[in-house]
C-alpha cells in the first residue's frame, strides 16, 4: 500500500490479554483496547512537490484492529476527499531488536475499502478510473481488497496479505512504525519510530 496509507495500519491489545510469541518466552502486556486518534490533522509530502492532509482513527479491541484513514483536500482537515477503512487481525511477535520499548507485531488484512467523501473527489476519481473504476458515487464503500488500487499503492491480497510494524507506547501516546521500508515482507520490520503518535479519545 501507498506509505501515506499503511501509516495508518496498526493493532490494539487489552490489558488482560496476551499474544504473539514476545522474546525469551514472555507475554507482553500492552493496553491500546478503545479509541485512538490523530491528536490534530496531520500532514506530509505527497510526492508531487505538494503537502497531503489527514486524520487517522483506530477502533480497537483486544483481537481485532481496524482504521479510518480519511484524506482531506485542505490543511484544516475540514473538506474529506476520501477515506480508506482496514479491518484485520493481530498479534505481538517480539520485542524490536531496533527500538527500545518497542514491539514487533503482524497486522492482517480481511477487509479494505475506499469510500468518496465530495463530488469535487469523484469528479477525480472518475475521469483517472481510479482503482480501475469509473463510476464512484459520493458515500459507496468499493472494496479494493482482491484487486488492490494502484493509485494508492494498494496492493490485491494475493501479493499482501498484511504488514510487519512495530507497537510502542510512550507518555499514554501511541507509535507505530516508519512505512519506509517494504512491510508486506516476511521480517519487514521498521527500524525506526513514526514521528507522530496517536492519542486515546
Same mark, same amino acid.
Given at each position: ?146 484487486? !488492490?488500487?494502484?493509485?494508492? +499503492? ?5 501479493? %499482501? #496479505? ?5 507497537? $510502542? /507506547?510512550?507518555? !499514554?501516546?501511541?507509535?507505530? +512504525? ?5 512491510? %508486506? #515482507? ?5 527500524? $525506526? /519510530? ?8
Amino acid at each position: 500500500m501507498n506509505r501515506f496509507v499503511v501509516a495508518a495500519v496498526a493493532c490494539a491489545m487489552s490489558a488482560h490479554a496476551f499474544a504473539g510469541n514476545p522474546a525469551k518466552g514472555k507475554a507482553a502486556k500492552i493496553d491500546l483496547n478503545g479509541n485512538w486518534t490523530s491528536e490534530k490533522c496531520e500532514s506530509m509530502p505527497n510526492g508531487q512537490g505538494g503537502e497531503m492532509y489527514f486524520t487517522r482513527t483506530f477502533p480497537m479491541t483486544d483481537k481485532e484492529w481496524k482504521i479510518d484513514f480519511t484524506v482531506f483536500g485542505d490543511k484544516d482537515c475540514s473538506q474529506a476527499l476520501f477515506t480508506l477503512d482496514v479491518v484485520g487481525d493481530w498479534e505481538l511477535r517480539g520485542k524490536s531488536k531496533a527500538v527500545k520499548g518497542a514491539h514487533n507485531a503482524w497486522f492482517g488484512f480481511k477487509t479494505r475499502t475506499l469510500t468518496a467523501k465530495s463530488e469535487g473527489a469523484v469528479g477525480f476519481m472518475n475521469k483517472g478510473s481510479f482503482c480501475g473504476k469509473a463510476d464512484w458515487k459520493v458515500g459507496e464503500a468499493v472494496d479494493i481488497h482482491t484487486t !488492490g488500487c494502484a493509485q494508492i +499503492g494498494a496492493k490485491p491480497v494475493a501479493e %499482501c #496479505k498484511g504488514e510487519h510494524d512495530l507497537v $510502542k /507506547l510512550d507518555g !499514554g501516546k501511541w507509535f507505530l +512504525g516508519d512505512r519506509s521500508g517494504n512491510m %508486506c #515482507k516476511k521480517g519487514g520490520y521498521p527500524t $525506526k /519510530l513514526y514521528p507522530i503518535a496517536l492519542v486515546k479519545k
